[in-house]
């Protein structure tokens, strides 16, 4: 495998350094890397593997010198940057939402839709599926598989660090203040703190919220093709690394919990919880850094309509998004660069 020129786009943010870390473990064969950010973060050090690198003015970059930009830095920097690396050559892997949605760009999740990579050199750009949808696709793939989905009901359990590094302080920050008889703020933001709130992001005119119809429709979009149904409640708790999402499926086949058990015990980096110790059934706390999905509490329907139910925990920063990139970039060395 020959190896490549790459850039970290927001290599300082929480999934770019997370993204570092899975390169350097993973031993992608690299030239030259590069670490690049916003002019504020522009000539800082950052460690990779036992080299420290500058940070780069990401604005200023020639993006000609990289056979691969993954960027991660958020939608504006992707909308201003994304062209830029793709016209100078580049092939651009973006975590942002900015291209999910575009039909001239695939939307990847690794180890799911991974043949529609093949497009990727059309306009130079790779979409990856947020967090929260690698989490349930890379569960529900398998049983996919074997029959058709027809309706899925998921209710996920959004860690504060959905929102990057602002939102993993807010929620440092108000649980310092809660427990030393503060408010938990000293403006008007909403308390996540010792709290459950039953919306996360904003609520649109159908009732559903940006957050919930993103999962909605970019399963939809990967799993195209097919007749899916998708219905989803995100409730943000006060939890700094990992999502949980309880899901219902139903297929066009019957499902029983050992079925299911056997697809999934046969996929990398999926486990299998199945003790009966609350504290060993796939807790959130088992899963953060750490680059793995853990599926327990797998039961089937009482009414004998052969849908299953189960609860999964995974790293939304190492797992759902710096993984998949990688995994991403690694598949577009193998067969497409």
């Known amino acids: 495998m020959r190896t490549i020129n790459l850039a970290v786009v927001g290599a300082t943010g929480l999934v770019g350094e997370a993204i570092l870390k899975l390169l350097a473990e993973r031993e992608l064969p690299l030239g030259e890397l590069y670490a690049l950010a916003s002019d504020s973060g522009a000539g800082n050090r950052i460690s990779f593997a036992s080299r420290s690198l500058t940070v780069t003015d990401a604005a200023q970059f020639d993006f000609s010198k990289v056979d691969v930009a993954i960027f991660a830095a958020g939608a504006p920097a992707s909308q201003a940057l994304v062209p830029v690396a793709a016209e100078s050559g580049a092939l651009a892997v973006d975590l942002s939402p900015a291209y999910r949605y575009d039909d001239a760009v695939p939307l990847i999740v690794a180890d799911v839709n991974d043949e529609l990579l093949a497009q990727a050199r059309e306009t130079n750009i790779v ?153 060993a059934m796939s807790p959130v706390a088992m899963v953060e850094g750490q680059p793995e999905l853990r599926i327990s509490r797998i039961r089937e329907d009482m009414e004998g309509t052969g849908a299953i139910s189960y609860f999964s925990v995974a790293d939304n920063v190492r797992w759902g998004a710096a993984l998949n990139a990688v995994k991403i970039v690694e598949k577009l060395l193998k067969d497409y660069l």
């Open 127 to 279: 979409a990856c599926a947020d967090a929260a949808t690698v989490q349930l696709l890379r569960a529900l793939k398998p049983i996919n598989d074997m029959a058709p989905i027809q309706e899925v009901v998921v209710t996920q359990l959004q860690a504060a660090s959905a929102t990057g590094r602002s939102g993993v302080d807010q929620l440092a920050q108000q649980s310092v203040r809660l427990l030393n008889g503060m408010a938990p703020s000293e403006d008007a933001k909403a308390q996540i703190a010792f709290n459950v709130l039953p919306v996360s992001g904003q609520v649109q005119e159908n009732g559903y919220s940006s957050e919930e119809l993103k999962l909605m429709l970019e399963s939809r979009r990967v799993l195209a093709g097919q007749q899916l149904q998708v219905l989803v409640t995100t409730v943000r708790v006060p939890v700094f690394y990992g999502h949980g999402q309880s899901v219902t499926v139903r297929a066009v086949q019957p499902l029983s919990a050992g079925q299911a058990v056997t697809l999934w015990e046969g996929e990398q980096d999926l486990i299998v919880q199945e003790n009966d110790d609350p504290q």
